[in-house]
DNA sequence: AAGAAGTCGTT
DNA sequence: GACGTACGACTTCTTG
């Protein structure tokens, strides 16, 4: 925290408490969870409380100080607005029984806290601000409560709690003006007007602080404000008039009262004695950390001279340690380890080396380099069975992760541009050692990288493939880890999205996590930052280190448990290798094409829009759904068909093309949605074609996309900056598009590999149905034979629509897709889709089964599994809501099938990729689209790529059906599709 | 500038 | 009263 004490005046410095809302943020800041003794007393907002009491006393040193508590029954303020803090009144038991053990905490430690009944914390804080005031004492308020903002002048601050609990704003005259747009003394003014959600106090609805400032300054006060409202305008003027009798009635209620007769004089505010055996059986009662208790008698000692150390002998602590003495304990009370490592450093290949040598792990016995992904990938040579394993993991859980070490690295990654910023390499002992990305000279990038390959094997990273990206910024290769904490992560919970490592971390660990500034993302240029910025960025991302170590002791945890070693270490890591690959080189696209497409659609599109301006006798905004109602719902008189979640008309193309038809009487109508439907389509594509343009990069003409491997729930990758995974191809136009996707320099055609029905086959293998097995082992045309059975007629006199329905129940199936569904997409009748339904089930009795029990099953275990043993949780199965809980069910149907072709898809590109190296070939993967893969083939490899990339998809797994993957080749993706 | 809502592209 | 999974991206509109 930096130093903000100002020169203390004569007389001391006054710190005044207000004690209901700051145990309330501390309340809702710390999960009550991590904060429970062992008989089941919540203690979080008394640890919070007293954290950052003694944080404070510490930094700001008062010589004085009061806490300040609301009194239960009713205020004044209740009487005038019966509704006053409605909400927080019902406050959750679990804090209101902290609320008297914080105060006899305070006793304890000799600091006064005062009640005044009848009156509110605030008032007191009011008073006690003022009378320290008037004795020229300086003053800080920490409260969570906006309202004490009004007390603010040159001699009160007020510390005010960010978001983050914990990171206290220093609220002066300025830093209001500047965050409010208002004095402190006009505060109660704005804050009248839009209300305090906190306190259940209405605001004038749609007026925020930023209009009440603007208000405010233009007629100096709320009495100005609301005399003139006569002369705003617009919805805002009109809610305001509306509501001048509540903010006029809030503006009393916010007043804080500052002269109340509290019996109690400045003196009585100095510092007690701590009567350290009371604190300390307190502190035992609530079964906090030594550490803790520590901290806190350490910081509330600040003032009084009081030397935790002596009073607090206690028993040996933890004999877990490690050898070297004075290292930080990895496995200490983790709510509270933000030690920061040591910082070491070194500028030359022979002190890295020395430092790697004496804090390391040992080199492995053999050395490894990146050829170690060869070996992975031969552990899945040979048809991996699918019973169901891709390793031994209890084998690979052998290997204790015990002694490890983070290797962390920090920059930007985007679109084919990758720039390392630092590098952090952090060991268990504690040392840490920092590497500037621009201060590595060949000599150390050798060190390093003879020092990552002897040391991979007990390396832990938080994401492997951006780490790829950036080692390789700096000329570096890297090889499989041990662990990935990112990839380990999202195998422990798919559904949970961690935006960053802290979130991760507060996340898995349950604890409070300062955020990583966000000012060092590169806005400056690198010679602007001052010494002391790559100073603090050194300690930044040595703390991101520490991070990555506390998450793998918990997440390897998890993982074990789990027995999801091998699908960490033999699927989802070896895949970030392969994508790494494929984002790197990218895909070359032909812009002369992209540049055509982009200019036809363009005409089409405005060609479209001018006839839909001129029948609409307006010019509205197509792409407006607002302004499109307007049009079509009012003006034209159609009567809308469909509404959407908020309840408005839609305009989608359903509804659309519902209306075309229904239209043709009216001319009109008829005309402007016609028009509409192509402008639709065609400025879609147009937006499509320029989102690939704009995402081309200059230096080598190709689209690098970023897989994403740990954002769907199922374990599918996705595509993003471009998304290259949902490019058109339903019907021709769109998928001309895919003509610009070509071979680049020193490449003559594209493969397209994909699988036909995978997730059928699944379907077929994990019920064990006979007859969907025999229909794919027959190598007939699958639909067609299917329907034979379903409508128990011969395959040849199958029609084209029974085909067609039985295709789509089947892929519908595997959605959950209810009957009503099934009719609409069909266009059939209900009944006949029941009808459909009874007969294909009883075509395919163990189908139905399997997807019956997989259902009950995740409602019992509360999770589904693939193949692999991805596990994905479904706690809305024991919903009480039936839109959630039917919801649920159709996602946990899914979600093996879905998972497990996705899982297979990753085995396959790993051989692949393999495979084609094995060969020596110069033929690469260049997108996957779930289930299909595109390959840049070099000249002259056509046939044997061919067969290598084939021969791994249809071997990646071995079910009871084949697995059939079609393939084409062509000059481009659209020539290539078969 | 950020977020919500609506729409639509893929598998 | 809704009614197929899983995504990403674009635009408008509102709010700040």
Redesign the pocket.
């Known amino acids: 925290m930096e130093d903000r004490t100002r020169t203390d005046s004569q007389e001391g410095k006054l710190l005044v408490v207000d004690g209901h809302s700051l145990a309330f943020r501390a309340y809702f800041a710390l999960p009550v969870e991590s904060f429970t003794t062992s008989t089941g007393h919540p203690t979080n907002a008394v640890w919070g409380f007293a954290t950052m009491l003694a944080d404070v006393i510490a930094a700001e040193k008062p010589t004085h100080m009061g806490v300040a508590f609301d009194v239960k029954g009713g205020t004044f303020r209740n009487k005038m607005l019966p509704q006053y803090k409605g909400t927080r009144e019902a406050a959750p038991e679990d804090l209101l029984s902290q609320l008297p053990v914080i105060q006899r905490m305070l006793k304890a430690l000799g600091i006064v806290y005062i009640e005044k009944p009848g009156f509110e914390g605030d008032d007191v804080i009011g008073t006690l601000a003022t009378m320290g005031e008037k004795q020229g004492f300086k003053t800080l308020v920490l409260s969570g409560d906006r309202d004490a903002f009004q007390l603010i002048d040159d001699d009160i601050t007020v510390l005010y709690p960010g978001h983050h609990f914990k990171d206290l704003k220093h609220m002066t005259p300025q830093a209001v003006m500047d965050k409010y747009k208002v004095r402190p003394d006009q505060y109660p003014d704005l804050a009248a007007m ?1 209300g305090e959600t906190a306190d259940n106090i209405p605001g004038v609805p ?6 009440a400032a603007k208000w405010i300054n233009q007629y100096g006060d709320l009495e100005g404000v609301l005399g003139h409202a006569d002369e705003i305008g617009g ?1 805002k003027g009109e809610a305001l008039r509306d509501n001048m009798e509540q903010v006029r009635l809030n503006r009393k209620v916010n007043a804080l009262v500052r002269d109340l007769d509290l019996g109690v004089t400045m003196d009585d505010l100095k510092f007690g004695t701590i009567h350290t055996d009371e604190a300390e059986g307190i502190f035992k009662e609530l079964q906090f950390g030594e550490r803790s208790q520590r901290k806190i008698l350490k910081g509330f000692s600040t003032v009084v001279g009081f030397d935790p150390s002596s009073g607090s002998g206690r028993g040996g602590s933890r004999a877990d340690k490690k050898a070297d003495g004075g290292a930080p304990d990895a496995d200490q009370d983790e709510r509270e380890v933000f030690t920061q490592p040591i910082e070491d450093r070194v500028d030359d290949a022979r002190s890295l080396e020395e430092w790697a040598g004496s804090h390391l792990p040992d080199p492995d016995d053999s050395a490894r380099s990146t050829r170690e992904i060869n070996e992975q990938a031969g552990r899945l040579s040979g048809d991996v069975d699918t019973r169901h394993s891709v390793g031994d993991d209890e084998a690979l859980t052998a290997r204790s992760l015990d002694d490890i070490w983070v290797l962390y690295a920090d920059g930007t990654a985007r679109q084919g541009d990758y720039a390392l910023r630092d590098l952090a390499l952090l060991s268990r002992d504690g040392h840490g050692l920092v590497i500037q990305g621009d201060s590595l000279d060949p000599a150390m990038v050798r060190s390093l990288q003879h020092l990552i390959d002897t040391r991979m094997g007990t390396c832990v990273i938080h994401g492997y493939k951006e780490h790829i990206h950036l080692l390789e910024n700096a000329g570096l290769s890297l090889p499989l880890p041990v662990f990935d904490t990112k990839l380990a992560g999202y195998l422990v919970q ?2 949970f999205h961690a935006d960053d490592l802290e979130h991760a971390v507060a996340h898995f660990l349950d604890i409070p996590v300062r955020k990583a500034p966000v000012a060092s993302q590169g806005r400056l240029p690198l010679d602007a930052e001052s010494a002391s910025d790559r100073e603090e960025e050194g300690s930044q991302i040595l703390r991101q280190a520490r991070y990555v170590m506390m998450l793998t002791s918990k997440l390897e945890g998890l993982i074990q448990e789990r027995r999801q070693f091998s699908l960490l270490r033999t699927i989802e890591l070896p895949t970030s290798y392969v994508l790494a690959g494929m984002e790197s080189e990218g895909a070359k696209v032909d812009d002369a094409r992209l540049k055509n497409m982009h200019d036809q659609f363009s005409a089409e599109a405005r060609q479209a829009q001018e006839i839909a301006w001129d029948r609409a006798g307006e010019r509205v ?1 197509l ?7 307007k049009v079509l719902f009012d003006d034209m008189g159609l009567q809308p068909t469909h ?14 093309q519902d209306l075309y038809i229904k239209s043709v009487d009216n001319p009109r109508a008829n005309d402007f949605l016609g028009a509409l439907l192509r402008h ?2 065609t400025n ?2 147009k ?2 074609v ?2 690939l343009r ?1 995402a081309v990069n200059p230096r080598d003409g190709r689209i690098h996309t970023t897989y ?1 491997q740990t ?4 374990g ?1 990758l ?6 290259l ?7 021709a136009t ?2 001309e598009i895919r003509s610009a996707f070509v071979p680049g320099e020193g490449y003559e055609a594209l493969l397209s590999s994909d699988y036909s029905q995978v997730e059928l086959r699944i379907m077929a293998d994990l019920s064990g149905d006979q007859a969907l097995i025999d229909a794919f082992k027959s190598g007939a045309d699958f639909h067609r034979y299917v329907a034979s059975l379903v409508y128990d007629i011969p395959m040849d006199d199958v029609t084209s629509d029974q085909r067609s329905h039985v295709k ?1 129940m089947s ?2 199936l595997a ?4 009957t ?3 009719a ?2 069909l266009k059939i009748s209900p009944a006949a889709a029941d009808v459909l339904k009874s007969k294909y089930f009883a075509t395919f009795g163990k189908v139905h089964d399997y997807l019956e029990s997989l259902v009950s099953d995740a409602r019992e275990k509360g999770y589904t599994e693939t193949m692999f043993g991805r596990r994905r949780y479904f706690p809305g199965l024991r919903s009480t809501r ?2 959630v809980r ?2 649920a069910e ?2 946990a149907l ?2 093996p099938i ?1 998972g497990s072709a996705a899982d297979i898809m990753k085995i396959a590109m790993i051989k692949a990729r393999h495979a084609l190296d094995q060969a020596g070939l110069k033929s690469r993967i260049s997108l996957q ?4 893969l595109l390959v840049e083939i070099a000249p002259g490899e056509a046939d044997r790529a061919t067969r290598l990339v084939k021969d791994s998809m249809e071997h990646a797994v071995s079910l009871a059906v084949p697995l059939d993957v079609s393939t084409g080749i062509g000059a481009d993706w659209q020539l290539a599709a078969h």
């Open positions: 839009r749609g007026v925020g602080d930023g209009f919805k798919p559904d905004n792409q407006s759904p607002k302004q499109l109602q509404k959407t979640k908020t309840g408005s008309y839609s305009t989608n193309v359903a509804v659309l639709r389509e879609k594509l937006q499509i320029q989102s704009e994403e954002v769907a729930a199922t599918r996705s595509s993003v900056d471009p998304n995974q949902n490019i058109p191809n339903r019907n769109g998928r789509a892929y519908g959605y959950g897709l209810s009503y569904g099934l609409q997409q039936r839109q039917d919801a159709r996602a899914n979600a879905q689209i779930h289930d299909e």
